[in-house]
């Protein structure tokens, strides 16, 4: 499995931004299809986006499409989630998630299908 470590997270005001970063050490992140997750108090945790290993395809949520873009550095071995016009409906714990198997073309915000997680970092959108 993979270790992933997600940072960025914070507290900012409705309409502000925030970067999150995905980021692991000793393996390429190239190799694998990353998703982002999120969980929200007392929700079930749902897929956000994801992002192919060829970077070919990209998905997003319906809630987050316009204002969310994913995004893959592979200089920094960094998988990002940038996040613009947040709502304090996107307050929850973001994780990231990884797997190797599937082919260069797909990913997918099926949580079940992911077999490396992060701990998440919390995103709170609040005045």
């Known amino acids: 499995q993979v270790q992933l470590v997600e940072s960025g997270g914070g507290l900012v005001q409705p309409a502000g931004s925030l970067r999150l970063s995905c980021a692991a050490s000793?393996?390429?992140?190239?190799?694998?299809?990353i998703g982002w997750f999120r969980q929200a108090p007392g929700k079930e945790r749902e897929g956000v986006s994801c992002?192919?290993?060829?970077?070919?395809?990209?998905y997003y949520t319906d809630s987050v499409k316009g204002r969310f873009t994913i995004s893959r550095d592979s200089a920094k071995n960094t998988v990002y989630l940038q996040m613009a016009n947040l709502k304090p409906e996107d307050t929850a714990v973001y994780y990231c998630?990884?797997?190797?198997?599937?082919?260069?073309?797909?990913?997918?915000?099926?949580?079940?299908?992911?077999?490396?997680w992060g701990q998440g970092t919390q995103v709170t959108v609040s005045s």
């Open positions: 998630a990884a797997q190797k198997m599937w082919s260069s073309t797909y990913c997918t915000d099926q949580i079940h299908e992911y077999d490396s």
């Open positions: 000793g393996l390429s992140l190239d190799d694998y299809a």
């Open positions: 992002i192919s290993k060829s970077d070919d395809r990209t």
